[in-house]
């Protein structure tokens, strides 16, 4: 190969990575991959302690290699390569007896785990009692049928720790779940859990809370068949998945046998109020987990005609299975996504300032443990009290 040619091929290889490079420093980073279903690393935050324990080193590497340009053909391209050698999973995701599909659970380093701790507890600012559930997944629940060798960290020792670490109120749902595991609680396709699981831990809530849980066979019954989750979204170009489409998920749910008014906002001054649903028409919607409050919103208010107090829940897209049971025992439920507030392009919110206008009575923050692995979820909470 001549000179000339080494020198063009160099010069183009040259203009590609300056191009890329640009082409990364001039995009927006994005907090969720709709693909992996996860919280992606926005830039850490630097101070001299985190550079020196080398969390920051860790977290920037994340940082980089979440928000490069092109990522889901990445990862698309990676997963083919996968299977075409025979792997058993498709961008982080198994598919495992019975048909379900499991995303392995990596767990938070210490550090991490300890400010995302210390995040929740900050929330007592509010001057409210707050309660802390978190939810173990399928990862947890189902571990011994993920294939030998897939990367699952214990996510109960997590779950364990953070509540050893906290100084709210904690509500015990792995033992409420596990018991149940056997039962339809976590769909197979979706990383949600079912209406009927988050009705368990409904019940763990109230146990601890000092209420009493209304029955199941008080509730009148529907369903959605049909229904393909984000997990299966993962793996839909594959061979695999036929058999899944084949035999999908059914949503099932439980209508709330009180009076209700719900009503969607765009931001805590209710500058914007949106008609609303506690339970939500799907029949043409392909994510039917949206049923559960019409899906995310950055605040949902649900009042009742129940003589009770007025409960504030902290959540992300779990809680919204689990905030229609509530309905029984408080007169008005508001229902808050962190991630929708203080940051770039959204809405501020005062916690302390809302709930005490609002007559909050009870505050529960509702998770599950990938939550506590994001270091941008963890910044969003710190600064609802702030």
């Not at 997944?137 to 996510?155: E, K």
């Amino acid at each position: 190969m001549s000179k000339t040619t080494n020198r063009i091929i160099t010069a183009l290889f040259s203009v590609f990575i300056g191009g890329f490079f640009l082409l990364n420093l001039l995009l927006p980073d994005k907090d969720f991959s709709e693909k992996e279903n996860r919280q992606l690393q926005t830039l850490p935050k630097f101070s001299f302690s985190s550079l020196f324990s080398g969390s920051f080193a860790t977290r920037f590497e994340s940082y980089c290699s979440d928000q490069f340009a092109g990522r889901d053909t990445w990862i698309e391209t990676k997963a083919g390569a996968e299977l075409a050698q025979g792997k058993q999973q498709n961008n982080g995701v198994f598919l495992c007896d019975g048909g379900r599909l499991i995303e392995p659970f990596e767990a938070p380093e210490e550090d991490v785990l300890a400010r995302a701790v210390q995040a929740a507890d900050l929330l007592t600012d509010t001057g409210v009692p707050v309660s802390l559930a978190l939810i173990p997944t399928t990862a947890q629940l189902y571990a011994d049928i993920l294939p030998d060798g897939a990367p699952n960290d214990d996510q109960q020792a997590v779950i364990n720790s953070a509540y050893a670490q906290t100084a709210l109120e904690t509500i015990d749902l792995s033992s409420t779940l596990t018991a149940h595991s056997s039962e339809y609680i976590f769909y197979r396709t979706d990383h949600h859990w079912t209406a009927l699981g988050a009705y368990y831990a409904y019940t763990a809530f109230c146990e601890s809370a000092g209420l009493k849980a209304e029955p199941l066979s008080k509730f009148e019954s529907g369903e959605y068949t049909g229904f393909l989750g984000s997990l299966y979204s993962a793996i839909k170009a594959y061979p695999q998945s036929q058999a899944l489409a084949d035999n999908p998920d059914t949503v099932q749910f439980w209508r709330p046998f009180v009076d209700l008014d719900t009503k969607w906002y765009p931001d805590a001054e209710f500058s914007m109020e949106y008609f609303g649903g506690t339970l939500c028409k799907v029949d043409d919607t392909s994510n039917k987990y949206l049923t559960f409050l019409g899906g995310d919103h950055p605040i949902t208010v649900i009042k009742t005609n129940v003589d009770g107090p007025v409960c504030m829940i902290l959540k992300e897209s779990y809680g919204n299975a689990f905030t229609p049971w509530l309905t029984s025992h408080y007169s008005k439920i508001i229902a808050i996504d962190p991630r929708e507030f203080n940051r770039d392009g959204k809405p501020s919110l005062d916690l302390a300032a809302f709930a005490k206008e609002q007559g909050v009575n009870d505050c529960i923050v509702l998770d599950y443990p990938i939550m506590l692995n994001s270091d941008s979820y963890i910044t969003w909470l710190e600064r609802l009290v702030d």
